[in-house]
């Protein structure tokens, strides 16, 4: 969620830790205070903000990035699941090695045949 006073380097460096953790996949919404009792909307996003976000999000190597005002983290869920279950992942994938693919599996909570 965005949308505090964060600042863009604070949100790229957000990414760049998530990447550091090999996250894949990052949603990126904005934040809407929904009664004055809430913590205070700082700064709204425009669309071309988002934009940026998720380009950025792209260059730093997330296989998919959802980035705008209404996005959650349930965003296009079946979406992102589907493209979670196609080859295109498996193989972006590839550069890891066996080992490394095991502990992904292991602490997914997967079962391996």
Known sequence: MVGFGETKQELIQTMKNLRDHDCDFLSIGQYLQPT????????????????????????????????????????RADK???????DSVIKSKSHLSQEQADKRV???GECQP
Do not use: C, M, W
Request: charged residues 30%.
């Open 36 to 75: 004055q009792k809430h913590i205070k909307l700082e700064k709204y996003y425009t669309p071309e903000e988002f934009d940026e976000l998720a380009e950025e999000g792209r260059k730093l190597g997330f296989l998919h990035v959802e980035a705008g005002p209404l996005v959650r983290s349930s965003y």
């Open 106 to 108: 292991a602490s997914s």
């Open 80 to 86: 992102l699941n589907a493209f979670i279950d196609s």
